[in-house]
């Protein structure tokens, strides 16, 4: 995606995302009000194909991962 790129994911559909810089703003634009009772996480590295995708572009220990999603075991 470039610069002013749109994505739209429609309710109930997961979705995730990584960068490759370091001046990235994601904005999000939801329907509704923050409800952390009904929000879910899936754990990354659950996906093999995804962790080797990853890797392709950089180590590991370069990856900025939020806090609740490193308390993410599974897929809830």
Same mark, same amino acid.
């Given at each position: 995606?470039?610069?002013g790129?749109? #994505?739209?994911?429609?309710?109930?559909?997961?979705?995730?995302?990584?960068?490759?810089?370091?001046?990235?703003?994601?904005?999000?634009?939801?329907d509704?009000?923050?409800?952390?009772?009904?929000?879910?996480? @899936?754990?990354?590295?659950?996906?093999?194909? @995804?962790?080797?995708? @990853?890797?392709k572009?950089?180590e590991?220990?370069?990856?900025?991962?939020?806090?609740?999603d490193? #308390?993410?075991?599974?897929?809830?």
């Amino acid at each position: 995606m470039m610069d002013g790129d749109e #994505l739209f994911v429609p309710k109930g559909f997961a979705h995730g995302f990584i960068t490759l810089g370091f001046d990235v703003i994601v904005q999000y634009l939801v329907d509704n009000i923050y409800s952390p009772e009904n929000e879910g996480s @899936i754990f990354w590295k659950s996906f093999p194909e @995804i962790v080797e995708e @990853i890797s392709k572009y950089t180590e590991e220990k370069l990856i900025v991962i939020s806090d609740k999603d490193l #308390l993410t075991k599974n897929f809830i």
